[in-house]
């Protein structure tokens, strides 16, 4: 059978005994009523003596002279009994303040202690709230910084491409290009940083059409498909251990940092860079590192993709846009995976 269990708001059974044990009235005689009992047996005895050793009256004695003589010799008892059972009465009167205050003393020790219960979940549920913010804080703020270099105005991310383009032959250094030789994709216009930051993330679902429009527009570009197949292929091989990119929360970094990491910078500072935390998902993709060929070799191969790609990304993303590239999917992937293997060290 289960055992009922107490109340912690209710208060402690042994003090509510005790406190009623102190409301009881007491059985035995106490000291006042021991001296009342002397008392009237010494005035019983000076009064016997009396009657004893005094001489009769001469004419007898009346009813007046008796019904006297009993009321001075029984008001003093009455007297006696009177002082005593006040005495006892005060006592008793001391008691119940005293169990009085001890029962309150109870109650308020069990009002603190739910009080204390109650404010400590308010107090975690305000801490979650203020996380929450500060997260939304640090979003915006990260939403009106912007590069600040030798550059007045930045195109919109809609038309500015998301990747440098290639260096362009210096005139002699190599033969000029047919115009029948040019490879299509470079006469293709650059994909936007919008859509690049929007294929990164993958679609949301079957109906996301933004989504699947900017996954097949970066497709077209060989470095960023190199990117974005290898990305894929890591995103499956964790999810087949439950490990799902939405599920993780990483520490925001800022943008100054990608960009210091994107320019080869490593060592202790980059480690903010490694924000996962979720234990469960870094112990089963270290294991996975460990045990499975396959997912090691993906792995490190996405990696390498995803660095180099980074690296072209920052010369023409604003702060925004770096921010923004960080909480897409195959970002998260890539702090994941990086931890787990040290890259940021």
């Known amino acids: ?157 809609d038309r500015k491409a998301a990747l440098s383009a290639p260096r362009q032959a210096a005139p002699g250094e190599d033969q000029p290009a047919l115009a029948l030789g040019t490879p299509a994709d470079a006469l293709a216009e650059p994909v936007s940083v919008a859509d690049f930051i929007r294929a990164l993330n993958f679609p949301d679902n079957a109906e996301d059409r933004e989504g699947f429009r900017a996954l097949r527009r970066a497709l077209e570009d060989r470095t960023m498909a190199k990117l974005i197949r290898a990305a894929q292929d890591v995103l499956n091989l964790l999810a087949q251990d439950g490990i799902y990119m939405d599920d993780l929360r990483p520490d925001r970094a800022r943008p100054e940092l990608w960009r210091r990491f994107a320019r080869g910078e490593r060592g202790r500072e980059m480690a903010a860079l490694a924000g996962v935390r979720d234990r469960s998902s870094l112990a089963l993709t270290a294991g996975r590192m460990r045990n499975d060929t396959i997912f090691r070799d993906a792995a490190h191969h996405f990696l390498r993709q995803f660095d180099r790609t980074l690296t072209e990304f920052e010369k023409n993303a604003s702060d925004q846009e770096v921010a923004e590239m960080a909480e897409t999917r195959t970002t998260r992937a890539f702090m994941l995976l990086g931890r787990v293997t040290g890259t940021f060290d």
């Open 1 to 157: 059978m289960s055992e009922a269990k107490p109340d912690p708001n209710q208060p402690d059974d042994a003090a509510l005994s005790g406190v009623l044990s102190r409301l009881q009235p007491e059985a035995r005689f106490g000291r006042s009523e021991g001296v009342a009992i002397a008392l009237s047996l010494l005035w019983l005895t000076l009064v016997g003596g009396f009657w004893a050793l005094m001489p009769a009256p001469e004419g007898g004695i009346t009813a007046l002279s008796a019904i006297m003589s009993l009321v001075a010799a029984v008001l003093p008892i009455v007297m006696i009994w009177v002082a005593a059972v006040t005495a006892r009465t005060a006592r008793e009167m001391r008691a119940e303040a005293q169990a009085l205050k001890s029962s309150v003393e109870a109650m308020r020790s069990a009002w603190i202690n739910q009080s204390h219960a109650r404010s400590g979940q308010i107090v975690e549920k305000k801490l979650d709230e203020i996380a929450a913010a500060a997260r939304q804080a640090e979003t915006a703020i990260v939403t009106f910084t912007s590069r600040r270099d030798s550059l007045s105005t930045q195109p919109s991310a």
